[in-house]
């Protein structure tokens, strides 16, 4: 027979609150992410413990970690939040002016400088009661538990070959080409295969646990592999690198275009044949019908043809 008073204990804010605590694995993390108090979430925490009997999260190190009860309640709690979300903006229709939903994007700072300040500010201006959370695609990120738990809406970055199991909107594709400084000696005598491999190039991290990069990934197809001297996992600073020095950037024209007027360095075609770079939108099953989040990704597809178009 079903507990009818432990769920007549259990309201939506205190699922929010487990939902944080895990995910942020840390009580003064999840206070400051949730607007609270350190001692409200502790007390919440404290509900939360005794209404599962359990510990939740448990200290290891220097740091905590959930329990394994805590772990089989990560993706059913975040159900239920995204779920309590759309079951009100939905049903009544969702409505950009007046809506107060938070957007949760995460992108790969591969993307062209320009891509999220627009796409912010076209939300923003759109659906001015929102709230938009950027978080980075990086190595320590897994975007398919983050789409599949509702973390994020919808990540945005460029793949060989995209997850099959998430939905997939192709935003737009790109030339790769390699950026160099001005006075890097291959603007004046050129450069074959050979000595392209053999420069000094700079690379960023993986974008998710166990991947290898677009660029690697194809060279390695090929039997080949460069000589890479450097790596920053701060693509944004990757630029002003090369400026500098003699290293090698090898990535889409879109983004090197947006520095060279700004910066001592130039495009120049790369000597290997690599396919066009293809940048994606990806989205989970759970949000595929949300009438809001169709509409956040109608605002991503709607910047990015905005921008190739510049």
Avoid at 150 to 175: C, K, M, S, T, Y
Avoid at 196 to 214: D, Y
Wanted: a positive charge; one cysteine or more.
């Amino acid at each position: 027979m079903r507990d009818h008073s432990l769920f007549d204990k259990i309201d939506l804010h205190l699922i929010r609150v487990l939902h944080t605590v895990l995910t942020e694995r840390s009580v003064s993390k999840a206070a400051i992410r949730l607007g609270m108090h350190q001692p409200a979430v502790s007390a919440s925490l404290k509900r939360l413990r005794e209404l599962s009997g359990d510990p939740l999260l448990v200290r290891s190190g220097s740091g905590m970690v959930p329990t394994d009860a805590a772990l089989r309640m990560l993706e059913p709690s975040a159900h239920i939040l995204r779920a309590a979300e759309m079951l009100f903006s939905d049903a009544r229709g969702f409505e950009p002016s007046t809506a107060r939903n938070t957007f949760r994007v995460a992108a790969s700072d591969y993307l062209d400088p320009l891509f999220l300040p627009q796409l912010v500010a076209q939300i923003k201006s759109q659906a001015p009661l929102s709230e938009i959370e950027i978080h980075p695609l990086s190595g320590t990120s897994d975007y398919r538990s983050q789409l599949a738990q509702g973390e994020v809406d919808v990540v945005i970055g460029n793949w060989p070959a995209p997850p099959q199991e998430l939905h997939l909107g192709r935003l737009f594709g790109d030339e790769v080409v390699c950026l160099v400084s001005k006075n890097h000696p291959a603007v004046r005598r050129g450069w074959d295969q050979i000595s392209w491999l053999e420069a000094e190039h700079i690379a960023p991290g993986a974008t998710h646990p166990g991947a290898k990069g677009v660029i690697d990934g194809h060279l390695a197809s090929l039997g080949l592999q460069r000589h890479i001297a450097a790596r920053c996992p701060y693509f944004g600073q990757i630029p002003a690198m090369v400026a500098s020095t003699l290293l090698v950037l090898t990535t889409g024209r879109q983004y090197c275009e947006r520095f060279v007027a700004t910066l001592p360095v130039v495009i120049l075609p790369c000597p290997v044949v690599f396919p066009r770079l293809m940048y994606y939108q990806l989205w989970h099953e759970r949000t595929h019908a949300s009438s809001s989040a169709r509409w956040l990704r109608d605002r991503v597809k709607s910047v990015a043809a905005a921008i190739k178009t510049e």
